[in-house]
Nanobody, 126 residues
Framework: QVQLVETGGGLVQAGGSLRLSCAVS????????MGWFRQTPGKEREFVAA????????RYSDSVKGRFTISRDNAKNTVYLQMNSLKPEDTAVYYC???????????????????WGQGTQVTVSS
């Protein structure tokens, strides 16, 4: 059974930083591309970032480019999201997900991902 567990969320002031972690079990981690999404109440889940199986390729939404960094440690079966220069509009529940289509770096569509974590809340105060 594939499980994804996100940790690292919390409350931070605007301009601050947080690092989210997503631990994956039940699947060979290196066989999966990975992604991060976020969601606020009443809105659709929004793409944040994606990373290739080796970590050599990444993709970001325009809203976080230059502030957030996705990375992975294949020895620890974990993907990270380093979030810097946080803004109140970054407040959301953040989810990690496994890419569905082999080695292809996934994009912003939720159908490109199959397994999802339960989410971790990030709140940025102004």
């Amino acid at each position: 059974q594939v499980q994804l567990v996100e940790t690292g969320g919390g409350l931070v002031q605007a301009g601050g930083s947080l690092r989210l972690s997503c631990a994956v079990s039940g699947r060979t981690f290196t066989s999966n591309t990975m992604g991060w999404f976020r969601q606020t109440p009443g809105k659709e889940r929004e793409f944040v970032a994606a990373i290739s199986r080796t970590g050599g390729s990444t993709r970001y939404s325009d809203s976080v480019k230059g502030r957030f960094t996705i990375s992975r440690d294949n020895a620890k079966n974990t993907v990270y999201l380093q979030m810097n220069s946080l803004k109140p509009e970054d407040t959301a529940v953040y989810y990690c997900a496994t890419g569905k289509f082999g080695p292809v770096l996934p994009g912003p569509r939720t159908y490109e991902y199959d397994y999802w974590g339960q989410g971790t809340q990030v709140t940025v105060s102004s």
